[in-house]
C-alpha cells in the first residue's frame, strides 16, 4: 500500500482524510485505484494533477515506479512562465 | 526519465559548460537579420486586422459583415461562427480568440478581416456593424466574489465552491499541515495584514505576429512567434479541425513571451482568414490590442496571518488568496497558495485560493504564475514581525528555511535545495552591512518555482566532415540554442563551433512541450544529452568494426573512440570527425536522438537584497542597489543566467513600483500602451549584481535547474520591504507609485 | 489623406486655408503621428513645416532668441546661446520624451499640442515667450499662454501657424528653471510641472517672478499668487512656503492614471519650491 | 490612393520608393523595402525598437512619414556593420549577453552608436539616460549598459 496526502480542498472526496492508502506500483495505478476508490477525485485528475513522488514532480508518466515507502502527495497541474 | 542519472557535477571537470561563448543567433541579432514574427512575408500576402469589443460586457445580437464583405480589396471576413464545435478544453481558447455570444472584455475579438492592404483592411473593420446589448461589468476581485456581482458565465463554479457563493468564482482551493489555530496560540506576537496587487503584463517588446496559410486540402502552413509551436499547432488543429500533420507550425525568432505567449490568439483567426480567401494572411497586434487583448496576470487581493515566537521561529502562516483571472478560468491562484510560504519549514500552515473571473482579458501565465503576489503578502508580513520583534531578517528566514528534507509547506519534501545557501550568501555580502543614508531602506525576500520538464525531443546528426547539427523544438527565447550547444559540445567533447543548433519545425521532430516552466535548459539539455550519448555509443561501434574489436571495448573521451581494457593503445584513438568521415563505410550516417517527458525538474530559490530611496514629499522611489543570489543547479552559461537573474528582478521592480492595468469605470483599459503602462527603463536602475549559487539538482545528468522564473519572485516583496523602511510606514499595495506611497506618509504623519 | 510640404510659410499657409476638409501641421510630429496611427485624428491633408525656411533657424533677436518652429529639442539643446539665457526653457524642452523623441519634437508643437501637461510650456510662459502667428490675415504676435485654450484646443483660427517662439532679453541676475514630477525618470508625461523665471536685484531681493504650473487645470496655468508671494523678499524659507502653498491652492487638477488630485495639488507647491530655489542659484550666477 | 514618390539615401544607397501618405518612414522601411532590422513596437514613440538616425539626428521612423524622408539620409541597422566587420558595439553586445531575445537590440544599437558619436565617453548616468528611450524587457539593462561603455572604451582607444 501507498500512502498518498490529499490536499486541503480535495480532502471533501476523501471523507476529510488527509491521506489515504491505495494499492499501486506506479503513477497510473496510482490515479486509476485514487479515482475508483475515491470518485470524487476524478475531477480534479481530470483538470490536471501533478504527482510529488520522494520530492520530484511527475505529471504525466505513468510506469513511473512508486515503492510502497514512498513519499506521494498530489498536486494540481504545476505549470510555468 | 529515467532516474538512473547520478548527479555528475560534484565529479565532473566540465571543459565548455560554465563559460561563456558568444550565442550562435547572436550576429543575426545585432546585424537586423533575425527574422521575428511580423518580419516574415508571402507572396499574394493579405493583412489581417481584429475587431474588438469596446464594452467590457456586453451580449452581441448580431454581426452584420455584408458591407465590410462588399468593400473592394476585402477577402475574407470571419465571426465566431466561422469556427466550429470544439473539445471542452478548447472551448475557452476559442471563445477568447473570438467572442462567441458575449464579449467579455474590452477589447476581445468579436470578427476579423483579411484585405488587401492595412488601410482598406482598417476600412472594412469600421464597416462591420455589432448589435450589443450592453452589460453590467466587473473588474475587481473582490467586488467579483459579492453575490451581487454581474456574472460572467453561469453553472462553470466547480465541486469545490461552496454552494451560495458568486458564481464568478471558479475553483477553490487549499492545502496545509498541521493545526493553524495551535501555532498561533504558541506565537508571541501575530500578526494579520491585507495587501492588494494590479494586473501586470509581461511586456514583451515583441506584440504578436504571425502568417497563416492554408489550401483547399487542408493543407496548412504557419509562421509565428510562440513559446511553443507544438502547442500553437495542436491548438489550432482543435480550433480549425484539422489534423496536426496537416498543419506545419515554424517558430520566429521570439521578442519576448515571459509566460505571454503560451497560448493562442491570433494564429486560429489567421489560419481561418487564410482558409476562406485562399491566400497567406499575415497579422500583427499593435501595442494596444497587447495590452487589452493578450493575457496579463491576475489583479489580487490577500489576507496573510502569521505568528511568531520572540527567537523568531515561525509558529503558523495562514493565507487567503483572491486572484481574478480575466474573462475565463486561469488565474493562477493555485501555485500562488503552494509557493508562498515555500521558503520557511513551518509545523502549521494554511493557504486557501480562490480562483474568480472579471471582466479583464483572460489571464496568460507570467513567470512563476501566481507566486510573486502570494510571496510578496507573506514576505512582507515576515519582515514586519523581524521589525516588531527586533530581529533580523536573515536570520529569521535562516532560522524557518526550509533545507533538505523539509516538508514544504505545499506538501512533498523536498530533495537538494539551495534556499540556505542563498541566505548565507546574503548574509556575507558587502551589501547586507553597506551603511544607508537618510530616507533609504533595505528590504530583503526570499522567493521559490516548481520548475517542470514535460515532453521534449531532440535530434542529433553527426555530419560528414565532423561537425554536429542539432535539431531541438522549443523556441529560444533568452539563448538557449547557445545552451543546448555547450551541452552537445561538452557531452561529444568537441569546441563549441562545431555544433549548430536549430529550432525545428513542427514536423521534424515529435510532441514539445512549450518553453516555459524554466524548463527548456534543463529538459532539452537533458534530451541534448542523452541524444550525444546514443551517438556516441554509435560512434564507439563503429570504431570497434574498424578495429574489429568488441564494441564494449570501446569508450569516449575528449571527442575520441578509444580502445580499452585489453586493447587499451592497441589503436590510436579515432576523433568524431574521423569517425564521421567514414560513416557511409561503417554503416551509413550517424546520428543520435532523445524522445522524453522530462520529470525531475528541481525547484529553485532565490534571495533578493534592495536599497531603495524615497522623496518624502513626492513619494518617489529611487531603487539604489539590488543584489540576486538564486541556486542555478549548475549554470550553463553564466551570462545568461545572470541575464535571466537581472531581468526577472528589473520586472519585478516594475511590478512593485509602476506597473498596474488601470481600468476606468466604464471597464475600459485606460492605459493600454507603453506611456502610461509604465515599464522599467534603463534611468530607473542601477546595475544589477548576482551571485550564481550552484546545488545540483539531482535530476539532471549536469544538475541543472531551471532559473528562468525565480527570479521576479522576491522582488515585489524585498521592493516592498524596503520601501516601506525607506518611507517609515508599511506600504501594502502594489504599485507603489508615488502618490501611494506619498498617501501613506502622509497619513503616517498625520 | 494629403502630404504637402511647402517651401514658403505663404503656400503653407494657403494650403491649410484653402483645404476644405481637416488639415494639420507636421512640424515634428511626435503628439500627430501617434493620433494619426491611432485613428484618433484622420486629417484631409496634412502640411510639413520642415521644409520652410527659417523654420529650423535659432537666431538672435533685440536680445533674446526667436526659435523657428521646426527646431528640435536636440537642436535647441546643443544651442549654448539660448541655454545660456533660458536655461529652464531648454531643460523643459529637453524633457519632452526620449532621445529619439527629442530628435523631433519642437517647442512650437508643444504649445499647439495644447496638452495641458505640456512640458516646455511652463516655463515657456514664466519666460514671457511670444508666439509669432501667421496667417491668412497676416501676422500677430500671441502671449504664448494665450495659444491653448482647452485641452487639444488653441486659439488660432484656420490655415494660422505659430511660425517661431521668441524668447525675449533677459534681465541681469535672472534665473529660470522647470521641474516636472513623473513616475519614471523619463518617458512620461509630466503629473505636474512648475516653471519659475525671477529676477533679484543687487541686494539679492527678488524684483520679478513669473510662476506657472502644467497638469493641474485645463490648460497651463500663471499663478500670480505664485510670483507674488517672491516679489519684494529676499526669496527666503518663508516666501518659498508662501510660494508653495500659492502654487497648491491654484491647482484644480483632476484624477487620473497618471496621479490623484491631492498628490497633484501637494506636489506642485513642492516642485515650485525646488525650482525656484534653482532659479534663484541661476539668477545669481 | 495617390503614391508619393520619395528618394532618399539608406545606409549610404540612393533608393526611390512609393508610399502612402500616411505611411511611417516605418511602415516603408519593413514592408515596402525589406528592411526589417528596425522593429515595430509600440508605434507611438515609446519603445524605441525602431530607432534609425535621420541625418544623424536620432528618431523613431514610427514617428515619421515616409514622405519625409525625401532628400535626407537615413542610416539603420542593416548599414552598422561594414560588410563581415562588425562594429565595436555589435561585438561588444555579443561578448557581454547584451541580448536575451534580441528584438530590442537593432533599436538599441542605433541609439549607442549615435550616442557614440556625440559623446565617446558618456558615464554610466549618461547611457542610461540617453536610453531610456529604448525599452528592454528581458535584461534589466545591466548588460547592455556595460557592453555600451566597454565599446565605448574600445572605441576610444582606437
Known amino acids: ?81 | 526519465m529515467a532516474l538512473d542519472d547520478k548527479p555528475e557535477l560534484e565529479v565532473r571537470v566540465f571543459k565548455i559548460v560554465g563559460s561563456r561563448p558568444i550565442r550562435p543567433d547572436g550576429i543575426d541579432k545585432v546585424t537586423g537579420r533575425a527574422r521575428f514574427g511580423a518580419d516574415m512575408s508571402a507572396p499574394g500576402m493579405l493583412v489581417g486586422l481584429v475587431l474588438r469589443s469596446p464594452h467590457a460586457h456586453a451580449r452581441i445580437r448580431g454581426i452584420d459583415t455584408a458591407k465590410a464583405e462588399a468593400l473592394p480589396g476585402v477577402k475574407a471576413v470571419v465571426t465566431s461562427a466561422d469556427f466550429g464545435e470544439v473539445s471542452d478544453d478548447l472551448r475557452d481558447i476559442l471563445h477568447n480568440v473570438m467572442a462567441h455570444d458575449k464579449a467579455l472584455y474590452d477589447g476581445h475579438a468579436v470578427a476579423a478581416v483579411a484585405a488587401s492592404s492595412a488601410s482598406v483592411a482598417k476600412r472594412a473593420l469600421a464597416l462591420i456593424e455589432v448589435d450589443y446589448e450592453v452589460l453590467p461589468h466587473v473588474t475587481d476581485v473582490d467586488e467579483a466574489m459579492k453575490l451581487d456581482a454581474p456574472v460572467l458565465h453561469e453553472g462553470r463554479s466547480d465541486e469545490t465552491v461552496p454552494a451560495g457563493m458568486s458564481a464568478n468564482i471558479m475553483h477553490r482551493f487549499e492545502y496545509g499541515h498541521g493545526d493553524v489555530e495551535a501555532g498561533f496560540a504558541a506565537a508571541d506576537e501575530v500578526l494579520e495584514r491585507s495587501f492588494k496587487t494590479a494586473a501586470t503584463h509581461q511586456g514583451y517588446i515583441e506584440p504578436h505576429a504571425c502568417l497563416a496559410s492554408m489550401g483547399p486540402d487542408g493543407q496548412a502552413d504557419l509562421w509565428c512567434c510562440t513559446q511553443g509551436h507544438y502547442m500553437v499547432r495542436n491548438t489550432c488543429a482543435g480550433l480549425l479541425g484539422l489534423d496536426a500533420s496537416q498543419l506545419k507550425v515554424t517558430a520566429s525568432e521570439i521578442g519576448g513571451g515571459f509566460g505571454g505567449k503560451t497560448t493562442v490568439f491570433l494564429e486560429p483567426v489567421a489560419l481561418a482568414l487564410a482558409r476562406k480567401a485562399g491566400r497567406p494572411v499575415k497579422m500583427v497586434m499593435s501595442r494596444d490590442e497587447v495590452f487589452r487583448a493578450t493575457g496579463p496576470t491576475s489583479s489580487t487581493s490577500i489576507d496573510i496571518k502569521i505568528g511568531m515566537k520572540r527567537d523568531g521561529t515561525i509558529t503558523a502562516g495562514w493565507a487567503d488568496l483572491r486572484y481574478q483571472g480575466g474573462a475565463f478560468q486561469s488565474s493562477p491562484v493555485q501555485f500562488g497558495a503552494m509557493a508562498c510560504f515555500a521558503a520557511y519549514d513551518l509545523a502549521n500552515v494554511q493557504a486557501i485560493g480562490w480562483d474568480v473571473v472579471a471582466n479583464r482579458p483572460k489571464a496568460a501565465a507570467y513567470r512563476a504564475p501566481g507566486a510573486p503576489m502570494g510571496t510578496y503578502a507573506v514576505e512582507s508580513v515576515v519582515d514586519e514581525l523581524c521589525e516588531k520583534l527586533g530581529l533580523d531578517r536573515l536570520e529569521v528566514r535562516l532560522k524557518n528555511a526550509s533545507r533538505d528534507g523539509t516538508k514544504a509547506a505545499y506538501g512533498p519534501r523536498f530533495g537538494r535545495i539551495g534556499l540556505t545557501a542563498t541566505l548565507e550568501a546574503a548574509k556575507a555580502h558587502p551589501h547586507y552591512t553597506a551603511p544607508l543614508g537618510p530616507n533609504q531602506g533595505r528590504g530583503v525576500a526570499c522567493g521559490f518555482w516548481f520548475n517542470f520538464g514535460g515532453d521534449t525531443c531532440v535530434s542529433m546528426s553527426i555530419n560528414n566532415d565532423g561537425t554536429v547539427s542539432l535539431s531541438e523544438g522549443n523556441p529560444d527565447i533568452g539563448g538557449s540554442r547557445a545552451a543546448m550547444t555547450m551541452m552537445a559540445a561538452e557531452e561529444l567533447g568537441i569546441p563549441y563551433e562545431r555544433v549548430r543548433t536549430t529550432i525545428a519545425d513542427t514536423s521534424a521532430l515529435g510532441q514539445n512541450e512549450v518553453t516555459d516552466g524554466s524548463r527548456v535548459t534543463f529538459a532539452v539539455g537533458l534530451a541534448t544529452i542523452k541524444a550525444a550519448r546514443e551517438a556516441i555509443t554509435i560512434m564507439c561501434g563503429r570504431a570497434a568494426k574498424i578495429w574489429g574489436i568488441d564494441e564494449d571495448a570501446v569508450f569516449w573521451e575528449d571527442g575520441h573512440a578509444k580502445p580499452a581494457g585489453p586493447n587499451a593503445g592497441k589503436f590510436p584513438p579515432m576523433s568524431l570527425a574521423e569517425i564521421a568521415a567514414v560513416a557511409s563505410n561503417t554503416g551509413g550516417p550517424i546520428a543520435g536522438h532523445h524522445e522524453v517527458n522530462a520529470e525531475g525538474a528541481g525547484v529553485s530559490f532565490a534571495t533578493h537584497l534592495v536599497d531603495a530611496e524615497v522623496d518624502p514629499e513626492t513619494g518617489a522611489v529611487k531603487i539604489l542597489r539590488y543584489t540576486v543570489f538564486q541556486d542555478a543547479g549548475k549554470a550553463v552559461h553564466p551570462a545568461y543566467v545572470e541575464g535571466q537573474f537581472q531581468g526577472g528582478a528589473v520586472q519585478g521592480i516594475g511590478w512593485a513600483l509602476n506597473e498596474e492595468y488601470i481600468y476606468g469605470p466604464d471597464g475600459r483599459l485606460q492605459n493600454p500602451g507603453f506611456l502610461d503602462y509604465r515599464i522599467p527603463v534603463a534611468s530607473d536602475l542601477p546595475m544589477i549584481d548576482t551571485v550564481i549559487i550552484e546545488v545540483p539538482n539531482p535530476g539532471h545528468p549536469y544538475g541543472v535547474r531551471g532559473v528562468g522564473e525565480t527570479s521576479i519572485v522576491p522582488p515585489l516583496a524585498a521592493v516592498a520591504n524596503a520601501v516601506s523602511a525607506a518611507a517609515g510606514v508599511r506600504l501594502t499595495e502594489l504599485p507603489m507609485s508615488p502618490p501611494k506611497v506619498l498617501e501613506a506618509i502622509d497619513a503616517a504623519g498625520d | 489623406m494629403r502630404y504637402e510640404a511647402p517651401r514658403t510659410l505663404e503656400s503653407a499657409v494657403s494650403l491649410l486655408a484653402g483645404e476644405p476638409g481637416s488639415a494639420q501641421i507636421l512640424a515634428g510630429g511626435t503628439d500627430l503621428l501617434v493620433r494619426l496611427r491611432s485613428g484618433f485624428d484622420e486629417p484631409d491633408l496634412v502640411v510639413d513645416i520642415k521644409r520652410i525656411d527659417g523654420m529650423n533657424a535659432i537666431t538672435a533677436e533685440n536680445g533674446g532668441w526667436r526659435v523657428g518652429a521646426a527646431v528640435s529639442g536636440a537642436e535647441l539643446g546643443e544651442h549654448d546661446g539660448v541655454k545660456a539665457a533660458w536655461p529652464g526653457v531648454v531643460e523643459a524642452a529637453e524633457l519632452i520624451g526620449s532621445t529619439q523623441i527629442q530628435g523631433r519634437a519642437t517647442m512650437a508643437g508643444n504649445l499647439c499640442n495644447a496638452s495641458p501637461a505640456a512640458d516646455s510650456v511652463p516655463a515657456l510662459i514664466a519666460a514671457q515667450a511670444v508666439a509669432r502667428v501667421i496667417g491668412p490675415n497676416g501676422t500677430r504676435e500671441v502671449a504664448v499662454g494665450d495659444i491653448a485654450t482647452a485641452p487639444g484646443k488653441t486659439s488660432l483660427a484656420k490655415g494660422e501657424i505659430v511660425a517661431s517662439i521668441f524668447l525675449p532679453a533677459r534681465a541681469a541676475r535672472s534665473g529660470d528653471a522647470y521641474l516636472r514630477f513623473i513616475p519614471r525618470t523619463e518617458m512620461d508625461i509630466a503629473v505636474v510641472g512648475v516653471g519659475v523665471s525671477l529676477t533679484l536685484d543687487a541686494s539679492g531681493t527678488c524684483t520679478a517672478a513669473r510662476v506657472s504650473v502644467c497638469a493641474v487645470a485645463a490648460t497651463v496655468l500663471l499663478v500670480e499668487d505664485a510670483a507674488a508671494a517672491l516679489i519684494g523678499t529676499p526669496v527666503d524659507d518663508a516666501a518659498l512656503e508662501r510660494l508653495a502653498a500659492a502654487c497648491s491652492a491654484a491647482c484644480k487638477p483632476i484624477d487620473d492614471k497618471r496621479g490623484t488630485i491631492e498628490f497633484r495639488t501637494k506636489v506642485a507647491g513642492v516642485l515650485a519650491r525646488r525650482a525656484a530655489t534653482i532659479a534663484i542659484e541661476r539668477a545669481k550666477g | 490612393m495617390t503614391q508619393i514618390h520619395v528618394s532618399t539615401k539608406i545606409n549610404g544607397d540612393a533608393v526611390e520608393f512609393l508610399c502612402e501618405a500616411q505611411e511611417t518612414l516605418l511602415d516603408v522601411l519593413r514592408d515596402r523595402l525589406d528592411l526589417t532590422g528596425a522593429k515595430e513596437g509600440c508605434s507611438t514613440g515609446d519603445c524605441g525598437a525602431c530607432s534609425v538616425t535621420v541625418d544623424g539626428r536620432l528618431v523613431c521612423s514610427c514617428l515619421m512619414l515616409g514622405a519625409e524622408a525625401e532628400g535626407r539620409e537615413i542610416a539603420t541597422i542593416e548599414g552598422m556593420a561594414a560588410g563581415e566587420v562588425l562594429h565595436p558595439l555589435q561585438q561588444k553586445f555579443l561578448e557581454h549577453a547584451a541580448l536575451q531575445c534580441g528584438i530590442c537590440t537593432p533599436g538599441i544599437l542605433v541609439a549607442a552608436e549615435a550616442l557614440l558619436e556625440k559623446n565617446p565617453d558618456p558615464t554610466e548616468t549618461e547611457v542610461r539616460y540617453w536610453l531610456a528611450g529604448n525599452l528592454c524587457r528581458c535584461t534589466g539593462y545591466d548588460k547592455i549598459v556595460r557592453a555600451v561603455m566597454d565599446a565605448a572604451e574600445q572605441m576610444r582607444g582606437a
Do not use: C, H, K
Not at chain 1, 476523501?14 to 486509476?32: P, Q
Open chain 1, 1 to 81: 500500500m501507498v500512502r498518498v496526502a490529499i490536499w486541503g480542498s480535495l480532502r471533501a472526496a476523501t471523507g476529510g482524510r488527509a491521506e489515504v492508502e491505495v494499492e499501486a506500483n506506479n503513477l497510473r495505478e496510482l490515479l486509476d485505484r485514487l479515482a475508483e476508490a475515491y470518485p470524487g477525485i476524478r475531477p480534479q485528475i481530470d483538470r490536471g494533477i501533478s504527482v510529488s513522488i520522494d520530492g520530484l514532480v511527475y505529471n504525466d508518466s505513468w510506469f513511473t515506479p512508486i515503492r510502497p515507502d514512498s513519499e506521494v502527495v498530489l498536486l494540481p497541474r504545476i505549470v510555468g512562465g
